[in-house]
């Protein structure tokens, strides 16, 4: 007999490479060990049931106007800065850093302080609906190792990273270039060890300023001795911009750093030369609306990355941004795309909003693209994990209210511009109910 498996009946909402959403009416979604093993039209669900030996408690009627999304993909997270999120925001950048995010992180030697910002912002993200997070922890090898099993026992998938920074910060807030590299490759070789398919750790250069060349060339050699991930912050102010150095990536390139699952956050700055080296490397862009307005950092033009063919998502920054809800995130880069629009109507020319059928992409699917984890999630295909939402517009105390004119397409823009956790009344993380619900 048939290993027993769940099905979900219902309306799914997703992306794909041909459509910024797709709406599917009256579908049956077929999930067993984590994995998507069959999307077919409800009127095959008594031969579907049949054929896997289906039990009817194993099938979730979704209500008429409930429906599934896929998982949010967060691309870049503080976990140690979501200690003072929603506070502190009176400064840009690199006063920012000095005055409060250093002295913060610190503090995560204490692995009692870390064990409760780390279970807090993981339960929150995961209440939101972020089912993948690309988080940066701090320097500390020990918290680090502690925000992975507070992930692990939560069911979140995430990217984590043990910060690196050998000079340039704080005395107090620094490692030596060799400790830097030995920390890093203990972490790393600890995490690989668990075998978690969801918990990833990755290399985490701070920035190019907190960072040495030497460092720089050994953590990509590392990356190319155990194959992982990358994130780091680029191009994030203008000051950030060399006058001298027509392209800022290619530090990241010659060093072994840029590559196909190398998440880079910001690049507010960044000339079409490097979106082009950005590109060809495959690497993609973690667009943070939110912190860039608040630390007054600049706009990003999301229009023109698109147009350049380049990956790109979306992240919450936080604490720079001071939500931790990826659909903040979508909201303020709706904002972001209006007010660049309304500078260039201004210059008499016109400009292209994003619509919300494409933030919802880059929430989801675009998120998944610059992780390089488009071929596990992202959407709802066969084969992929079954990472997904289920929204429920009519949930009580809903923060949005749905009225008998409305379209479904309205629905879902409510819950896009209005919703919150509260609509979110089921998460899923291959296939395994999100225990931050």
Request: proline residues 3%; charged residues 25%.
């Amino acid at each position: 007999m048939a290993e027993t498996l769940t099905i979900f009946h219902g309306t799914f909402v997703h992306s794909t490479k041909e459509e910024d959403m797709a709406i599917h009416n009256d579908m049956v979604i077929g999930v067993r060990r984590g994995k998507i093993i069959f999307i077919e039209d409800d009127t095959r669900l008594p031969d579907l049931m049949s054929e896997y030996s289906v039990p009817l408690e194993n099938v979730r009627h979704l209500e008429k106007w409930q429906f599934l999304i896929p998982g949010l993909v967060d691309t870049h997270i503080h976990a140690p800065q979501y200690a003072f999120a929603g506070s502190n925001m009176d400064l840009q950048l690199y006063d920012w850093l000095k005055t409060y995010t250093y002295p913060t992180e610190a503090k995560f030697k204490d692995l009692t302080y870390a064990m409760d910002v780390y279970t807090k912002v993981v339960d929150r993200t995961l209440r939101n609906g972020t089912t993948t997070a690309c988080y940066f922890a701090t320097l500390h090898r020990d918290a680090t190792n502690l925000l992975c099993e507070v992930i692990e026992k939560a069911g979140q998938r995430a990217y984590v990273g043990k910060v690196n920074l050998d000079c340039c910060s704080p005395s107090y807030y620094r490692e030596t270039t060799e400790e830097s590299l030995e920390e890093t490759k203990k972490f790393i070789e600890s995490t690989i060890s668990k075998k978690n398919p969801l918990v990833t750790p990755i290399i985490t250069p701070r920035f190019i300023v907190t960072c040495s060349e030497e460092l720089l060339s050994s953590l990509g050699q590392l990356r190319e001795q155990y194959q992982l991930p990358v994130q780091t912050h680029v191009l994030e102010t203008r000051g950030d911009v060399d006058p001298e150095t027509s392209n800022h990536l290619n530090v990241w390139d010659r060093t072994g750093l840029l590559k196909h699952n190398t998440v880079l956050a910001h690049c507010v700055y960044m000339s079409d030369e490097e979106f082009d080296l950005l590109k060809q490397r495959g690497s993609g862009i973690a667009h943070c609306p939110n912190s860039n307005i608040t630390l007054r950092s600049g706009f990003l033009d999301v229009r023109h990355v698109l147009e350049k063919g380049c990956k790109i998502g979306l992240g919450t920054d936080v604490s720079g941004g001071y939500s931790s809800s990826m659909l903040d995130a979508l909201r303020s880069a709706s904002q972001v795309s209006k007010t660049i629009a309304i500078q260039r109507e201004e210059r008499g020319e016109n400009y292209k909003i994003l619509t919300y059928k494409e933030l919802f992409r880059l929430a989801t699917l675009g998120g998944s693209e610059v992780m390089g984890l488009d071929k596990t999630i992202g959407n709802f295909q066969v084969g992929k994990d079954f990472d997904a939402i289920v929204v429920d517009p009519l949930v009580e105390n809903s923060p949005f209210d749905v009225f008998s004119t409305d379209t479904f397409l309205d629905i879902i823009q409510k819950f896009l511009f209005l919703g919150g956790d509260r609509n979110m009344i089921d998460i899923f993380v291959a296939g395994t109910r999100a225990s931050g619900r």
